[in-house]
């Protein structure tokens, strides 16, 4: 495959199949999948893993917001699709894209109601978060009751599933707290079930949750950063493959004396002479500061290259001395020889807000999954 000649994202969806395949192995074949779209696909491109994720066979999409959802159906997506987070402004939209809204509060809940029986809704299918202690969205046990009776006393809406979310399922030293939140969420979630008279879909685990509680699977798991190849674990990340690497090119080559400085602020002064690259990415790109002054650094020809200087908006600098490379020659930020978490913990951060961080502005080159790299 040729080299970039551009700041480009890849996102390999042979790596993507190869995550849900591998996710979809650790529980029971009976259990549904629901795949977690939200943030642009985790900072790739929604509508490419959303089809590719139908043709794996995923039973659910997951979205954050009403616009991300309406994307998706403007672009041929048929399965069904959970919204995390809708406002009750937004819900004429999700009846008019055939949305499923998360309804996490009484407001939100009666919000609904009364959109749907004004709308002539019949057996619409709606998910109830329940709180069982990450203390974001959800009802609390003492307000079952009450969801309860909401629901039943209208004919508009079916419960399509109820679910919570895992504070720290990856954090075994959190076990105790996360299997009182599983067994929290079997006792809220059958008290619903007794009052409904019918069995929706039930979901608590997360990417770490199925792999670490795969007994808590109940009738659907909920996938988001395995997919695109993290497992918050270093034994399941040399199981997964992180599907995006981001590159770029040299743009030039400038030879500095010792005692010159580099870029705003003078942050950088050479100690001896050295070679200094300037690479077309910067802030604007998702490449924030924070990685800058030698704390983060890029590969060239394998060989590693650390940012000096502080990150521009439209540039970054790094340190080429005694790399045999050239203008034009391509550099990998994160991917591939480096692992995009090795990358994030360099900046003090994590890989979620690494990965979902790369603007639009980059583009995008989807490599089809059975392509050579």
Same mark, same amino acid.
Not at 75 to 85: A, C, Y
């Given at each position: 495959?040729?080299?970039?000649? =551009?700041?480009?994202?890849?996102?390999?969806?042979?790596?993507?199949?190869?995550?849900?395949?591998?996710?979809?192995?650790?529980?029971?074949?009976?259990?549904?999948?629901?795949?977690?779209?939200?943030?642009?696909?985790?900072?790739?491109?929604?509508?490419?893993?959303?089809?590719?994720?139908?043709?794996?066979?995923?039973?659910?999409?997951?979205?954050?917001?009403?616009?991300?959802?309406?994307?998706?159906?403007?672009?041929?997506?048929?399965?069904?699709?959970?919204?995390?987070?809708?406002?009750?402004?937004?819900?004429?939209?999700?009846?008019?894209?055939?949305? =499923?809204?998360?309804?996490?509060?009484?407001?939100?809940?009666?919000?609904?109601?009364?959109?749907?029986?004004?709308?002539?809704?019949?057996?619409?299918?709606?998910?109830?978060?329940?709180?069982?202690?990450?203390?974001?969205?959800?009802?609390?046990?003492?307000?079952?009751?009450?969801?309860?009776?909401?629901?039943?006393?209208?004919?508009?809406?079916?419960?399509?599933?109820?679910?919570?979310?895992?504070?720290?399922?990856?954090?075994?030293?959190?076990?105790?707290?996360?299997?009182?939140?599983?067994?929290?969420?079997?006792?809220?979630?059958?008290?619903?079930? =007794?009052?409904?008279?019918?069995?929706?879909?039930?979901?608590?685990?997360?990417?770490?949750?199925?792999?670490?509680?795969?007994?808590?699977?109940?009738?659907?798991?909920?996938?988001?950063?395995?997919?695109?190849?993290?497992?918050?674990?270093?034994?399941?990340?040399?199981?997964?493959?992180?599907?995006?690497?981001?590159?770029?090119?040299?743009?030039?080559?400038?030879?500095?004396?010792?005692?010159?400085?580099?870029?705003?602020?003078?942050?950088?002064?050479?100690?001896?002479?050295?070679?200094?690259?300037?690479?077309?990415?910067?802030?604007?790109?998702?490449?924030?500061?924070?990685?800058?002054?030698?704390?983060?650094?890029?590969?060239?020809?394998?060989?590693?290259?650390?940012?000096?200087?502080?990150?521009?908006?439209?540039?970054?600098?790094?340190?080429?001395?005694?790399?045999?490379?050239?203008?034009?020659?391509?550099?990998?930020?994160?991917?591939?020889?480096?692992?995009?978490?090795?990358?994030?913990?360099?900046?003090?951060?994590?890989?979620?807000?690494?990965?979902?961080?790369?603007?639009?502005?980059?583009?995008?080159?989807?490599?089809?999954?059975?392509? =050579?790299?």
């Amino acid at each position: 495959m040729p080299e970039a000649k =551009e700041t480009v994202l890849e996102i390999d969806l042979g790596a993507l199949a190869h995550n849900y395949r591998y996710l979809r192995s650790k529980i029971d074949s009976d259990v549904k999948f629901l795949s977690v779209v939200k943030a642009h696909a985790y900072g790739s491109d929604s509508v490419v893993i959303a089809k590719k994720l139908e043709e794996l066979g995923t039973d659910y999409l997951a979205v954050a917001y009403v616009e991300e959802g309406i994307r998706l159906r403007e672009n041929g997506i048929t399965k069904p699709i959970l919204v995390l987070h809708p406002q009750f402004t937004h819900f004429e939209s999700i009846i008019e894209h055939c949305l =499923e809204p998360n309804l996490y509060s009484e407001k939100i809940l009666r919000e609904f109601i009364s959109t749907a029986e004004r709308l002539k809704q019949k057996n619409y299918p709606v998910h109830i978060k329940l709180n069982t202690g990450l203390n974001r969205l959800g009802f609390d046990q003492p307000e079952i009751p009450l969801v309860a009776d909401l629901i039943t006393n209208t004919s508009t809406l079916k419960v399509a599933s109820i679910f919570s979310h895992l504070a720290a399922s990856e954090d075994w030293k959190e076990r105790d707290f996360t299997v009182g939140q599983i067994d929290l969420f079997r006792k809220m979630s059958w008290q619903l079930v =007794e009052k409904l008279g019918y069995e929706p879909l039930l979901h608590i685990c997360n990417t770490s949750g199925l792999i670490n509680y795969p007994k808590a699977a109940f009738s659907m798991v909920r996938s988001g950063i395995g997919l695109y190849g993290y497992g918050n674990d270093k034994n399941v990340d040399s199981e997964l493959r992180p599907i995006g690497t981001l590159k770029t090119i040299i743009s030039q080559i400038r030879k500095l004396d010792k005692g010159a400085t580099v870029g705003y602020n003078r942050a950088f002064k050479v100690e001896k002479p050295s070679r200094i690259a300037t690479l077309p990415v910067g802030h604007a790109d998702g490449i924030n500061r924070i990685y800058g002054k030698q704390k983060a650094g890029v590969m060239v020809h394998g060989k590693f290259a650390p940012i000096v200087g502080n990150v521009c908006m439209d540039i970054i600098m790094i340190d080429v001395t005694g790399i045999d490379c050239e203008e034009g020659d391509e550099v990998i930020i994160f991917g591939g020889p480096q692992h995009p978490v090795k990358f994030a913990e360099a900046g003090g951060t994590i890989s979620y807000e690494l990965i979902t961080g790369i603007q639009r502005r980059v583009t995008r080159k989807i490599i089809p999954e059975g392509s =050579e790299k």
